[in-house]
């Protein structure tokens, strides 16, 4: 699990990791927490690496707050569970438009906290299985339920989503170990996502979207098999 914790105080950044830890500790869960002074801090760290699973955030901050941070999350992350942290109780409506999970308010208090992340916790265990993929400096991680099939140029392999593409300097045979169960390789170029493939012939697999994806001759059986499993 990983925490990110976003506040312009020094002090208060330090009180919520420390309680964040202690929280960990006693629960059994593995995690790494990461600090932030500013949204413009977070957002700069997040466009690298999206793979934050809880953010605790400070509303009244610089020039960008932690309202305007959450709607910019929120265009293409709905699961990261976000808590406001505020000193305003006025500005606890704010949240509704961002599906912000609770609020927190200063100063905060030590059970409140460890319920709001208990229910992070919990509703995180029931969130779609999320896949991290390796991106630069960064990590990039992708529901799997999103992802239509992966497709080999040269030496990077080319994912196709539901939001567009992502491409990852790669061999396709690594990227069919890390997209795992529910994905099937059907081509020596291409691997699919059983979940969205809506036909099965002779020489494609015919996926919702309306893409045909090449099947090789000699794996049709076992794309039919798989095909079953998905849905039988």
């Not at 609770?102 to 992070?120: F, N, W």
């Not at 030496?155 to 690594?174: A, I, Q, Y």
């Not at 997209?179 to 390789?185: A, P, S, T, V, Y």
Request: proline content about 2%.
């Amino acid at each position: 699990m990983r925490i990110a914790i976003c506040d312009d105080e020094a002090s208060q950044r330090d009180y919520l990791r420390q309680e964040v830890e202690g929280w960990a500790a006693r629960r059994g869960h593995t995690l790494s927490v990461h600090l932030f002074g500013s949204a413009e801090a977070f957002l700069f760290a997040y466009d690298e690496d999206k793979a934050f699973d809880i953010l605790l955030l400070d509303i009244q901050m610089g020039k960008m707050d932690g309202v305007a941070l959450a709607k910019r999350l929120r265009k293409d992350n709905e699961w990261l569970q976000i808590i406001f942290i505020t000193g305003f109780p006025e500005f606890m409506s704010e949240g509704y438009e961002v599906s912000a999970l609770h609020y927190l308010l200063k100063p905060v208090d030590e059970e409140k906290l460890v319920e709001v992340l208990d229910r992070a916790a919990s509703r995180l265990r029931t969130a779609p299985r999320m896949i991290l993929f390796r991106k630069g400096s960064g990590y990039l991680r992708i529901p799997a339920d999103e992802i239509y099939y992966a497709e080999a140029f040269s030496h990077s392999v080319t994912l196709v989503t539901k939001n567009g593409k992502e491409t990852f300097s790669m061999r396709l045979s690594d990227m069919e170990e890390i997209l795992g169960e529910g994905f099937f390789r059907c081509h020596r170029s291409y691997i699919v996502s059983m979940k969205h493939v809506k036909r099965v012939t002779r020489t494609a697999l015919i996926l919702d979207n309306g893409v045909e994806i090449p099947l090789s001759r000699s794996l049709y059986d076992a794309a039919n098999q798989a095909f079953i499993k998905t849905y039988f």
